[in-house]
């Protein structure tokens, strides 16, 4: 198998296969723990070239716009201290804007962490764990999000449905230009 695309939940990955019924996809649950259990035991089951991380993110700089697909070439956990706070460095394969990101456990946890930085940021809840696996199991990682939401949204003015549309499209347009 050459890519497996790894989603947190069904929603998120609904648009995409729907779009590309082909493509092989797992959902992996929703934050650290769950995510890196489900990536460990699919990567080791299905034996991918690379996985590609997707799904929803929360912007935490004004630069990146609700329905915009990006890619993520760095991801860190924000909560731990530093000197434990490994980064993990994903190579681009899309021509979709670069960003970094934070992994949380909560919305906004990055926000004291963010600097003036070349990159504009983002925070999501699956990305270093999935990173760290995929790099323990010398499997290629890419991680690709949709922006949902600003990290001070409320939950209700999260524009989930838009996003998965964004990054199902998206998607198929990348597989296509493959």
């Given at each position: 198998m050459p890519t497996l695309?790894?989603?947190?939940?069904?929603?998120e990955?609904?648009?995409?296969?729907?779009?590309?019924?082909?493509?092989?996809v797992?959902?992996?649950?929703?934050?650290?723990?769950?995510a890196a259990?489900?990536?460990a035991?699919?990567?080791v089951?299905?034996?991918?070239r690379?996985?590609?991380?997707?799904?929803i993110?929360?912007a935490?700089?004004?630069?990146?716009?609700?329905?915009?697909?990006?890619?993520?070439?760095s991801?860190s956990?924000a909560?731990?201290?530093?000197?434990?706070?490994?980064?993990?460095?994903?190579?681009?394969i899309?021509?979709l804007p670069?960003?970094?990101?934070?992994?949380?456990?909560?919305?906004?946890?990055s926000?004291p962490?963010l600097?003036?930085?070349a990159?504009?940021?983002?925070?999501q809840m699956?990305g270093a764990?999935?990173?760290a696996?995929?790099?323990?199991l010398?499997v290629?990682?890419?991680?690709i999000?949709?922006?949902s939401n600003r990290?001070?949204?409320?939950?209700?003015a999260?524009?989930?449905?838009e996003a998965?549309?964004?990054?199902?499209?998206?998607?198929?347009?990348e597989i296509e230009?493959?």
């Amino acid at each position: 198998m050459p890519t497996l695309y790894l989603f947190p939940t069904r929603a998120e990955a609904a648009a995409f296969e729907r779009l590309c019924p082909k493509a092989a996809v797992g959902i992996i649950g929703v934050g650290m723990a769950e995510a890196a259990a489900s990536a460990a035991r699919l990567i080791v089951e299905l034996r991918p070239r690379r996985v590609v991380l997707c799904g929803i993110a929360g912007a935490c700089d004004e630069c990146l716009g609700v329905g915009e697909v990006v890619e993520v070439v760095s991801d860190s956990v924000a909560e731990l201290p530093a000197r434990f706070a490994l980064k993990y460095p994903s190579a681009p394969i899309t021509r979709l804007p670069k960003v970094r990101s934070f992994s949380v456990s909560r919305t906004g946890a990055s926000l004291p962490l963010l600097k003036d930085d070349a990159l504009p940021s983002v925070e999501q809840m699956e990305g270093a764990a999935v990173a760290a696996v995929a790099k323990q199991l010398g499997v290629d990682f890419h991680h690709i999000r949709a922006i949902s939401n600003r990290v001070s949204d409320a939950r209700s003015a999260w524009r989930i449905a838009e996003a998965v549309e964004a990054l199902g499209e998206a998607l198929k347009a990348e597989i296509e230009n493959e």
